[in-house]
């Protein structure tokens, strides 16, 4: 059986190398990206071809691949004038592999799903370094017979594949995720500086720490930063404040809040508006450190 042909929109970190794993997998792709290098990346490996619209890409590919920044990008990409919904067709797949507003998925399924297309919602679990290999976690969700029909093809981008259920459990799971863990890292990471303040040495205190329940990986990576100077996480403090933002306008559409994310939010908030959007997440150490009352 011959392999769909993908329509690839978004070349950054993960999105070059989930392609580049694509290619090394014989797959034929469209891809679109601002960034022409990246695109040029592409087409130097050969099998690929560069598309000039959403509404291009979608018409030359089985299955449409998306790995964009925000649901804003998102919906631009989508609806926009010679967007992918002007293209798309029956039977076609769209898959978005970011972390979106599961409400605006939804939204974006129904009228997919007008015009005789399907859509899973995938957002991503582990690095850049696993996606080139072919080995993310892929928190999947949509309807089961779009589930299997792309799964094929998600098998040979992730390790581990999971179906949760109807469209949006994916980014809603993918955001609850990022909740607990950027909530773990801000609150370790203060304790952290919290513990310089009073002359406590971090080293002994991740010991002490790291020897009972409280030890985790993003206890490691904490320290890394708070002790060690490295950043090893890999995730922005403007990605984490992005998706915290999310969960807080995902948890409002439930009809409830958070006081735990507001207050994470804030302190992320902080630390972008202190120059440090871009450093890794432990980072956010180094505002905790400085602040004072």
Not at 75 to 91: C, K, P, Q
Not at 122 to 144: E, F, S, V
Not at 215 to 241: H, R, T, W
């Amino acid at each position: 059986m011959s392999k769909p042909t993908i329509g690839f929109i978004g070349l950054g970190l993960m999105g070059g190398n989930m392609v580049e794993n694509l290619q090394k997998r014989d797959y034929t792709l469209n891809v679109m990206d601002l960034n022409k290098e990246a695109v040029a990346k592409v087409l130097e490996r050969g099998n690929a071809t560069e598309v000039s619209s959403g509404k291009e890409l979608a018409e030359k590919s089985d299955i449409v691949m998306l790995a964009l920044t925000t649901s804003k990008v998102v919906e631009m990409v989508v609806y926009g004038d010679n967007g992918i919904l002007a293209g798309i067709s029956e039977g076609k797949t769209l898959i978005d592999f970011g972390t979106s507003i599961p409400a605006s998925t939804r939204k974006i399924g129904a009228d997919l799903a007008a015009k005789g297309a399907g859509m899973i919602d995938a957002p991503l679990g582990r690095t850049p370094a696993h996606a080139k290999d072919g080995l993310l976690n892929i928190m999947a969700a949509g309807d089961i017979d779009t589930f299997n029909k792309v799964k094929p093809v998600l098998d040979d981008q992730g390790e581990n594949v999971f179906h949760l259920g109807a469209l949006g459990a994916g980014h809603t799971t993918k955001l609850i995720n990022n909740f607990m863990g950027m909530t773990t890292v801000a609150t370790m990471s203060q304790a952290f500086a919290v513990a310089k303040k009073a002359g406590v040495d971090g080293q002994q205190l991740f010991d002490i720490m790291s020897a009972g329940p409280s030890n985790s990986p993003f206890m490691q990576f904490c320290k890394f930063y708070a002790v060690d100077g490295e950043e090893k996480l890999g995730f922005s403090i403007a990605n984490a404040n992005k998706d915290l933002g999310y969960f807080l306008e995902m948890v409002k559409d439930l009809g409830t809040e958070s006081l735990i994310a507001e207050g994470t939010s804030k302190g992320l908030q902080a630390a972008v508006d202190a120059g440090l959007g871009q450093n890794d997440v432990p980072v956010i150490f180094d505002y905790f450190s400085g602040l004072e009352k």
